[in-house]
């Protein structure tokens, strides 16, 4: 069965304080691995897109990475404004899977 | 990118009503989708839009709950019917802007409080 799952729920950083955020995943192809940004009230808002294992993007202080089996977002020197839920999503050519998210949480 | 519009942003309904919400994009688009997001939860696909032809329902979602009608390449509603206190959830309207990318873009949801 396809599945997308995100570690660690919960995360409490402190301002510069540097941390990734861990998304694994099981599907039958892959399309696409997707980070989005969810802030309390709003709607995801799309933050990277990687299609292949070794691939990097970058934005900011984010920096998303793709193997075969997981994904990683670094968050370097991470500011509070950076506070958010981190979504990651998996597309297997079908539909899209999404993990139940990280909560961010940077402290001042 | 594509530019999401959804109305109502937020409402509060009493249980038993129906409630619809719009989604207009601002480009024509093939594929939209409807998610519900229960709080504190990850996104759960509903059904996906099909203009011109009935919607396509997830497991758990059927028609006379949640009907959907896409009119046209830019707009949709969906509408929840005879609401519970269960049914309280952000409702997301998304779209794959792009075929060559996949990326899914998504609209700032309508949060539903049944009473």
């Known amino acids: 069965e396809d599945q997308v799952t995100q570690s660690p729920e919960a995360l409490r950083l402190q301002e510069g304080e540097s941390s990734s955020l861990n998304c694994s995943y099981t599907?039958?192809?892959?399309?696409?691995l997707f980070w989005y940004r969810q802030d309390p009230g709003k709607g995801p808002e799309f933050l990277f897109t990687?299609?292949?294992a070794g691939e990097e993007k970058e934005k900011e202080r984010l920096k998303a990475t793709l193997t075969k089996k997981e994904s990683f977002l670094h968050i370097t020197a991470p500011k509070p404004e950076d506070s958010a839920t981190y979504l990651c999503a998996v597309d297997n050519f079908n539909k899209f899977y999404f993990g139940s998210g990280t909560k961010l949480n940077v402290k001042p | 990118s594509a530019v999401i519009s959804q109305k109502p942003s937020r409402d509060i309904c009493q249980r038993g009503t129906s409630l619809t919400i719009q989604c207009q994009v601002d480009s024509q688009v093939t594929m939209m989708f409807w998610y519900r997001q229960q709080p504190g939860q990850s996104l759960t696909l509903i059904a996906t839009a099909n203009q011109g032809s009935e919607a396509t329902y997830e497991s758990g979602f059927v028609i006379d709950k949640f009907p959907i009608s896409r009119p046209n390449l830019t707009f949709s509603t969906l509408t929840v019917s005879n609401m519970s206190p269960e049914d309280s959830s952000i409702y997301l309207c998304?779209?794959?802007?792009?075929?060559?990318?996949?990326?899914?873009?998504f609209g700032e949801g309508s949060r539903l409080t049944v009473l």
């Open positions: 998304s779209v794959v802007a792009s075929r060559n990318t996949g990326e899914l873009f």
């Open positions: 990687l299609y292949s």
């Open positions: 599907v039958s192809g892959l399309r696409g």
